[in-house]
């Protein structure tokens, strides 16, 4: 198993900057990806950004795209995603997520095998 904790998330104003943090422990050398995803009340759990732990290669929601930035330390075993220029509708609790699989379809929330408990990020306007 794998155990994932993110912290970070808080009250910002728009165009603010915020660094969320994932720990992850537990069979963390069994990781092929790890993604943060986030959900806004009423809305369904969307992919924000995701990595692969080994070779590190990111991919991102357009919607993030030139704003956020996806990193992992390694020996740490730390996931990092830092937010820039952030807008009220990046106001969402967000996820990090593991995935043991080595799918390809890393934008999907099924792909993921574990989860944390999710941080809460608002966005003043």
């Known amino acids: 198993q794998v155990q994932l904790v993110e912290s970070g998330g808080g009250l910002v104003q728009a165009g603010d900057s915020l660094r969320l943090s994932c720990a992850a422990s537990?069979?963390?050398?069994?990781?092929?990806?790890m993604g943060w995803f986030r959900q806004a009340p009423g809305k369904e759990r969307e992919f924000v950004a995701a990595?692969?732990?080994?070779?590190?290669?990111?991919s991102y929601a357009d919607s993030v795209k030139g704003r956020f930035t996806i990193s992992r330390d390694k020996p740490s075993n730390m996931l990092y995603l830092q937010m820039s220029s952030l807008k009220a509708e990046d106001t969402a609790v967000y996820y990090c997520?593991?995935?043991?699989?080595?799918?390809?379809?890393?934008?999907?929330?099924?792909?993921?095998?574990?989860w944390g408990q999710g941080t809460q990020v608002t966005v003043s306007s």
């Open positions: 990595i692969t732990w080994s070779g590190g290669s990111t």
């Open positions: 997520a593991a995935d043991l699989g080595y799918s390809a379809r890393y934008y999907s929330s099924q792909t993921y095998d574990y």
């Open positions: 537990g069979r963390t050398v069994s990781v092929y990806r």
